[in-house]
């Protein structure tokens, strides 16, 4: 099975600045990597599929990137409420999995 | 609007059983794969378990291989989850989760979740 690691584990940067999450798969798996946003208390939002399309609503200073086995969520500008924890996640085959996942705070 | 609202969950002793439901609307239920994943407290997003749109094929964690069971009924709308020999650390909260297709996808929409607590 593909294993799926995330770095950094948490990280903490002022409003405004750019903020890069690092995604990397045990194996090549393509672009089906989705990224994750799950506010405290609250319930996981999708983000980003296929590595890099934006899911409607999300707001733009969210960004994918990446294709075989790394991948990036970049944030261009942090705002207070960008204040999570962020997985990513495979989705070409079972078994589905997650990332440990990046607790984003604000400085 | 596409809604997913779980229910079943509760406090149940080692080695007991419980089922979960997942009433979903707003969506042609029939055409879509649905996932269970879920989350111990404080820790991170763990899949469990996937159906295909049609039901004939089913996927599991290995953590929950041959105890929990995934089913869905179209005629109802509703997902299930049937929890067997549950342990200590099936303690989580159990999303349900909509798929972007019938079969492979990611998951776009999520329900609120609904808390399973093992404990004697």
């Known amino acids: 099975d593909i294993q799926m690691t995330q770095s950094p584990s948490s990280l903490s940067a002022s409003v405004g600045d750019r903020v890069t999450i690092t995604c990397r798969a045990s194996q090549g798996m393509s672009d089906y990597l989705a990224w994750y946003q799950q506010k405290p208390g609250k319930v996981p939002k999708l983000l980003i599929y296929a590595a890099s399309t934006l899911q409607s609503g999300v707001p733009s200073r969210f960004s994918g990137s990446g294709s075989g086995t790394d991948f990036t969520l970049t944030i261009s500008s942090l705002q207070p409420e960008d204040v999570a924890t962020y997985y990513c996640?495979?989705?070409?085959?079972?078994?589905?999995?997650f990332g440990p996942g990046t607790k984003v705070d604000i400085k | 609007q596409v809604q997913l609202v779980e229910s079943g969950g509760g406090v149940v002793q080692p080695g007991g059983s419980l089922r979960l439901s997942c009433a979903a609307s707003g969506f042609t239920f029939s055409s879509y794969g649905m996932h269970w994943v879920r989350q111990a407290p404080g820790k991170g997003l763990e899949w469990v378990a996937f159906?295909?749109?049609?039901?004939?094929?089913?996927y599991y964690a290995d953590s929950v291989k041959g105890r929990f069971t995934i089913s869905r009924d179209t005629s109802k709308n509703t997902l299930y989850l049937q929890m067997n020999s549950l342990r200590d650390e099936d303690t989580a909260v159990y999303y349900c989760a909509k798929g972007s297709s019938g079969t492979w996808g990611y998951f776009d929409y999520w329900g609120q979740g609904t808390l399973v607590t093992v404990s004697s």
């Open positions: 996640q495979k989705y070409n085959s079972a078994p589905f999995t």
């Open positions: 159906i295909r749109y049609d039901g004939n094929n089913k």
